[in-house]
């Protein structure tokens, strides 16, 4: 114990410092608004967290700064509130993402054939570049065709905008489904179809690298495959009902559908980027950085031509939106039977969505992937690689294949953080860039490639953010003069920048950094 | 040190010459396409020539802004994301000091070049304590701050807020209306001696030690060098630098936007060395023009895409060209492995 | 006997540097071959190269008769080849247990190896639960070995194991290295001519980047003037 308090004498004295500041602040307020000002700095971390974590796993391992973090979590965002608002829309367009994945799936027969040197010499060279941009001119032939039920960004009336709102006020009018009138389905799917495949074909051979070990065509590529190709159709036959029947829950499942299609994007995003962008230059660090710059700027840029620019808002789940009988409700019970969205706590009202649900998810996640990395193979991995991915290579481990997975799970982490915020703070296309720093900021207090001092940082940052605005209303009364001083705006973000470099003075590695 | 003669000096620097002669005539050339003879020029009154001169000084400014920028994280290998405070210190300071306080240029100048000491102080004073990516976020984090306080509406009353800093009075020697040409070359010249500089700096023992500090700190630590005061001199350099573009831009402009002191500005910064090439100092001058121009022209046709654009220059840069333009060019030219294991040398971790 | 491992011509590149400047190897089966010379002559460089990991530019390595260079180090690895590096690379945040798992490449490879393992190193199964970066110099060179034995691999690669271990520890090592080498092929990189002479049977001097002599350890071992030309301090 002694030798523990003494290596770590410094981080003791840092923590106690902060700690003291914490209470010292609790006295200046009542209880009631010390507790609230507590769940909404808790709010603010998890989300925080969420942005966070993903970013230090993928640093971590993979020592990419992705700094187009910020702008994956608020394309989270925007997913979750295309899926939740407009569910047709999300119909529509899921129809040929499944087409165009599909021919993804028989990897295996690729490989295998090209493999078979059915192809040898120039035609090796050429057809893979012949092969994309055939995939590529049937896309863009079918694409713009086909039909997707959608809103309109100059148009006010029918702008994410004004949907918003209706949604928000309860009128909840889906516009009439669109029809092919362009081109005929059977043409379309079969275009997108033959599209994947060539596409997939052309890409794995352009990406080919080395030989593998076995090229053995496994029978689940094509189960997999004729999944999908059912599942496409099953969706298309069925749109309407399907839509329909989404529409008017318009409310907890359709959340949580949302939920998961942002994540499971994010995922997939990720998994996209670090094959085929990041991956090319892991031997050129300061490139990845400007590369990820990059990516987050053409990524606002989409989500601003797609979404346009206005900030819009997104309405809370039925479970915490209701304003009628017995709401406000006094206590959590009263909160499941009623779904209320404002809660009675100590005399005062705090919003359940905001300041109980995301703490809740956050606190889930925070434990989920700890038992992911403490528990499970792959965490071993991941905690191994991040201190030796050359060792862990060594041992017959498959480093690339984490790298991708670790990718896709920091993205859809932040992905989830996006969507979870979307009814708290809506929508704008600056939201990533803000949370980005935030985050960096809660990983330089509490550790870049740690992930308990992620938690930390992000609770550290989350919180002094809450109790510096509080007392901005309240003002902070200076001992033995008539003063009171009230932190402007302003001082927010100064105030957690100061606490960085405070910390990062004491202590250069964070909190719980080690050095590395 | 021995003295070089005139001639052997100009061989080498052959494209630069070139290039400069062509910045020196060009306001006349232009002059002449458009028809408006040199005497109409000289009293500044040609459409078309004062136009592309106001253009060429915006180069001029970005080109400075990124030769700072390209010192500290070309040459030194300091990665920093708070830049634009540098300048835009600069900037804002010019304005304020001429508009609401009313002192004469040079008093200016002297308040602006003791507060740029002062900031590439402040950035240094972490130096010591922190590395690589943690002074990259703490630098971040100052220039934040200053950008916060520059929007703020407290300091309003100086800095304009949101809106910016609008009506400063320049002075009329050099005012950007009446006087363009002159400012012209004023800016011309600044932007050539600040490269002879920068040139000797680079290869003067000090500037070598900064290099030094870029392949492999502890190495050169381990030679006796007290890194620390290269960093600080190279920060101290690149701060006065890019306080000069600042002054510039105010003097040209006589409207600072708070832009100027945001994270874009700093990748700016970036990406005009990405593109002119990381390390080369002629590469922060190509990067200029390139992306002055490019910003210029897309914005002319294609208004709103533009930024679409610019992130995908970005993109296409970094995986095609990622040498920059000089460095790609030096590169095939060299042909010598030594010379691309210099520039690839640059690449390695930023000063762990 | 025969050739588990021949590694012909090859030429390394690290960076600019062209570290090994043709390196002939040829490591038979069941015995213990060192890899001998000076500091910096090449000879960590010749075992990365084997496993893939600074990939030779030039030349075959050839592992139970199938090419191996240019794969990948995690494919290289998986045929059956294990890495003792140089200064350990235990994983400092992974327990000791945790460690040992890693190593597994088919399931049930831990559990299998447990009892070989611990009676080999009967210090590691009182120390299953601590963490790496906890352990003394001496037992992370024991975790090191063991991790290399989970898994079945039929050659070891160990990188100088006696360096910075007390006398008494290299006597518990070399114990430990004759004991697993019944099973398996090693090659043994070792600046320790004493360790390396009672431990390896046959020998390979790496010079400035390029093999020089091979043969029978017990042959070197009157060789004075090999010895003194090439492993001792110049």
Redesign the interface.
Known sequence: MNVFIRRNLLLIIVLAALFGIFAAAAQGMETQDFVITLLRGLSVGSLTFLVASGFSIIFGLLDVLNLAHGTLFMIGAYIGWTVYVRPDTFLDIVIPFILILSGFFLRDVWVSLAMRGLFAGRMKRILPWLGLLIAILILVVILPRYPIATWSVDNYAESPTSISYLAGQGQYILPPPTSFDEISPILAFGGLIMASLVGAFSLSILGGGKQPLQARISWRSFIGFTILLLLAFIIFIFNDPITNALAVLNGNLLFLVALLVAVGSGALLGSLMESTLIRPLYVRPIYQLMLTLGLSAIGIEMVRSLWGRPEFTMPRPELFAGTGEGCPAASLAGWWNYHCSTMILLDGRIRVYNEIFIPTIGLVVLIGVWVLLKRTRLGMVIRAGVQDREMVEALGINVRRVFTQVFALGVGLAALGGVLAAPSIGLSNVMGESFLLNALIALAIGGLTSYPGAALGSLLVGLLQQFIIKYGAIGIPIPYTDLVFKPTPPIVPASTILLMVIVLLILPNGLLGKKE | MEIKKPLSTLKPNQGMLVTLLVFLLMPFVVGLIEGASPAQVWVNESGQSKFLQGLAIEIFILALYALSYDLILGFTGLLSFGHSMFYAVGAYLTGILLKSFGLTLWATLGCVFLAAILQALLFGMVLPRVKGITFALVTLGMASVFHVLVMSAELGKYTGSDVGLQGVLVPDFISPATERLRLYYIALTILVLVFMLYKRFVNSPTGRVCTAIRENEGRAKMLGYNTFYFKLAALILSSLTAALAGVLHTIYQPIVSPNVAGLGFTVAALLIILIGGVGTLSGALIGAVIYRLLDFGLRRYLGEGASFINGAIYVLFVLFLPFGIVGTWRLKSLGIKAGRERLLGLFRKTNQ | MDILLDVQGIHTFI??YHILQGVDVSIPQGAITALLGRNGAGKTTTLKSI?G?TPPRQGRVIFRGREIQ??????I??LGIG?V?EHR?V????TVE?NL???E?KKGDYPRKQDFIFTLFPDLKRLIGLMGTNLSGGQQQMLAIA?ALV?DNQLLLIDEPSEGLAPVLIEQLIKAIHQLSADSTVVLVEQNFLVASQLAEYYVIIEEGRSVRQGKMKDLIQDKETIHRYLEAA
Not at chain 3, 70 to 75: K, L, Q, T
Not at chain 3, 91 to 94: P, V
């Open positions: 960076g600019q496993l990991l240019g794969m990948r180090s995690f494919e690895a998986a890495f590096p690379a994983f400092r945040d992974l945790e798992k890693i190593a490449r991790r898994a």
